[in-house]
């Protein structure tokens, strides 16, 4: 179903735009979206030539676009599709860097902790265990 507007149906048929208007407005002649198609212009207009080349080239463009529509509605549908999955993995991720964060956070606590209860045990060992413990701490200083 080829769309014309009611200039471009008059110019086809070699007749006045006022023409066409009057058929519509009879009701003789339906639209379609503000269009008028060549089929209803071959029911109103039965023997006029509509089958020209500039009718065929009209038809075949008319193809074309309902093809692209066809494709662009495919490809939006594709790219939803795509988004919805990426927005998932992203989410995920997100969540897998949260947990490392407060997993990260944790450790930190634990060897600031830990950092604390070796100098308050430095202060009350036996001074023949000092020398091993001050080497402990300075390996849990060098690991942050």
């Not at 927005?87 to 997100?94: A, E, P, R, S």
């Amino acid at each position: 179903m080829v769309k014309l507007s009611v200039s471009k149906a008059a110019r086809m048929l070699g007749i006045s735009r006022f023409d066409i208007q009057n058929q519509i407005n009879s009701g003789k002649l339906q639209t379609h979206e503000g269009y008028v198609t060549t089929d209803s212009l071959r029911l109103a207009y039965p023997n006029a030539g509509l089958n020209s080349e500039q009718d065929q080239y009209i038809q075949k463009m008319q193809q074309i676009k309902n093809d692209a529509i066809k494709k662009i509605e495919v490809d939006k549908s594709l790219h939803n599709e795509n988004e919805k999955s990426y927005m998932g993995i992203i989410n995920n991720l997100k969540s897998k860097l949260y947990k490392a964060q407060v997993k990260n956070q944790h450790y930190q606590m634990v060897f600031s902790e830990l950092t604390e209860r070796l100098e308050i045990l430095e202060t009350h060992c036996h001074s023949q265990d000092k020398a091993s413990l001050h080497k402990l701490q300075g390996w849990v200083k060098s690991q942050h």
